[in-house]
């Protein structure tokens, strides 16, 4: 713990106080020799029940490394399979049945990108609405946003509005609360909008060769057992649609 606190803190210098880095390496240096002295003083222990707690610790990174990994391959494959939401608003070539007069409001993970659900709806069910309101949630390395900050607003074309969110890490995440007034400001009635929202069924190797393939597997279930997405934004369920789609790591 004293070792890991160290680090920290020598990481916390180095990045958002700038020291200069002779006086850095410096203060690691002294810092992290007083820690490796008590440290290795304690291996002995590892024999009477030391390693249970290093087991735990190693068994809790590992878990939270694979769902770190596991998000940024569903990310990737989204961003390589999916096409720019300008170009998407771009293209001619859609054909469609109608045209729904509802707003429909999609949450994307790939920022920029199309979100699949979007895509699918357009390009297989051939539907589009009357406005699109394209919505990407992000975390911020900060405890909270303040509401001035939390809500950005482009408006694409006549038809597409893309919006970004901002939450703090120790924020409760209610999209709709957050969304509504900006959507009001706009013309549009949030409480008429319908949510649509992807819902990946992650498949993983078939065999497991590498460490990577274990990882693949260890994501899979974890996202089977994830809280869904419409918990996790708050969104309102008798105005939510999911769209399932499998993404094979």
Not at 11 to 25: F, L, M, S, T, Y
Not at 109 to 132: C, E, H, Q, Y
Not at 157 to 184: C, E, H, K, N, W
């Amino acid at each position: 713990a004293m070792v890991t606190t160290s680090i920290l803190f020598i990481a916390q210098v180095n990045r958002a106080w700038g020291w200069p880095k002779p006086a850095v390496i410096l203060l690691g240096v002294c810092l992290l020799s007083l820690d490796a002295a008590f440290a290795t003083s304690n291996l002995t222990k590892l024999h009477d029940g030391g390693w249970l707690p290093l087991t735990i610790a190693g068994i809790v990174i590992f878990v939270m490394v694979s769902w770190r990994r596991g998000l940024e391959s569903v990310v990737a494959q989204q961003v390589r399979f999916t096409e720019p939401l300008d170009g998407f608003i771009a293209r001619k070539d859609r054909v469609s049945d109608g045209v729904s007069p509802r707003t429909a409001i999609f949450l994307s993970r790939a920022g920029a990108m199309t979100p699949v659900a979007l895509s699918r709806m357009a390009d297989v069910m051939k539907i589009r609405f009357n406005k699109a309101v394209v919505v990407s949630v992000w975390i911020v390395a900060r405890p909270r946003v303040s509401p001035e900050e939390r809500v950005r607003v482009t408006l694409l074309d006549g038809t597409f509005v893309q919006v970004d969110l901002r939450f703090g890490y120790m924020q409760q995440i209610d999209v709709p609360s957050v969304l509504g007034p900006a959507l009001s400001a706009r013309g549009i009635d949030p409480d008429e909008a319908i949510y649509v929202i992807g819902h990946e069924r992650i498949i993983p190797p078939d065999e497991i060769f590498r460490l990577r393939d274990v990882v693949a597997h260890v994501f899979a279930f974890l996202a089977r057992n994830a809280e869904r997405s419409v918990d996790r934004f708050g969104l309102p369920r008798g105005r939510t649609m999911e769209i399932g789609y499998p993404v094979k790591l």
